[in-house]
């Protein structure tokens, strides 16, 4: 059955009325296999699965790729069909920003929205955040699903729903990849050939870093920058941290996370990594 579109704060709260157990997947649409896997993980999590459609304006920095962001309505429509999505709710901007884009309250990400992402794209968690504060306030879910490749966002957004009490759990699964490892990403779009081709050694570097573990968080990030290096990916940043993105303890389970840009796009990706030895650093 073809998913309910609600447009309107009014049309949402209508459709969703009697629906006991709420589901959400936020997306800003051109949905691809990892949309599709979340929403298909989120299926069975409630008896209503909301899907948004939104290309939120706040998340943007100025000279960053708004306008030209891919939109594919018809064709998300179709995916989230297939994935037994019941409401897609699909607003515009005023809709979602009623009082302008320049409402003097929004969500401050706090100190670790100023690190990684947050040291190149400094408004991006703020508009993120207050976007996502949103939709849980229209849709109230019991659970929504976010995907692991924006790492950051997804420790952001589960710390913002514990410090605001919103009893929402955040759920987060895992990348899903080209059969080359490249994470799945809507702006892939924006890959010339050879950048195609150079744009896996993100993701060989990330095995590589996972691979060093047991030597010790400086082997780790060598690992990585080795791997980068040899396709000639410059990467913005190579970062090893804890699971919640403080300082990694040896002993424990930590994450690193890469940001590089390959021709016009700019890729993340990260992966989970089992520290041994005591030394803890990290590289840029």
């Known amino acids: 059955m073809a998913p309910v579109i609600a447009r309107t704060r009014a049309e949402l709260v209508d459709v969703l009325k009697g629906a006991d157990r709420r589901a959400l997947v ?3 649409g051109a949905l691809h296999e990892g949309h599709r896997q979340l929403l298909e993980h989120a299926r069975p999590l409630g008896d209503a699965l909301v899907a948004s459609i939104f290309v939120n304006p706040t998340q943007f920095a100025p000279g960053e790729d708004f306008d030209a962001y891919p939109r594919t309505f018809d064709a998300d429509l179709a995916t989230c069909e297939d994935a037994g999505v019941d409401v897609v709710f699909a607003p515009e901007v005023g809709a979602m920003y009623p009082h302008g884009l320049d409402q003097p309250i929004s969500v401050d990400p706090g100190p670790l929205g100023s690190v990684l992402e947050g040291a190149s794209r400094p408004t991006h968690f703020r508009g993120v955040l207050t976007v996502v504060a949103k939709l849980f306030g229209l849709v109230s879910p019991d659970v929504a699903v976010f995907g692991e490749k924006d790492y950051q966002q997804l420790v952001l957004i589960r710390q913002m729903a514990s410090e605001l009490a919103t009893g929402i759990e955040v759920v987060g699964c895992p990348t899903v990849r080209e059969s080359d ?7 892939n779009v924006y890959l010339g050939d050879e950048d195609r081709r150079r744009a896996p ?3 060989r ?3 590589a870093g996972a691979d060093a573990g047991p030597r010790g968080a400086d082997a780790v990030l060598a690992a990585a920058h080795s791997t980068l290096g ?3 990916v ?3 940043y190579v970062a090893l941290r804890d699971v919640d993105l403080g300082d990694p303890v040896s002993g424990s389970q ?3 996370l890469i940001a590089a ?6 890729l993340l990706d990260n992966i989970a990594v089992h520290l041994g030895a005591p030394d803890i650093h990290e590289g840029a």
């Open 254 to 256: 930590a994450r690193l």
């Open 201 to 203: 050694a993100v993701h």
């Open 26 to 28: 936020p997306t800003m």
């Open 230 to 232: 040899a396709a000639g």
């Open 261 to 266: 840009r390959v021709g016009t796009p700019r």
């Open 234 to 236: 410059s990467p913005d």
């Open 181 to 187: 490892g490249l994470a799945r990403s809507s702006r």
């Open 205 to 207: 570097a990330l095995r």
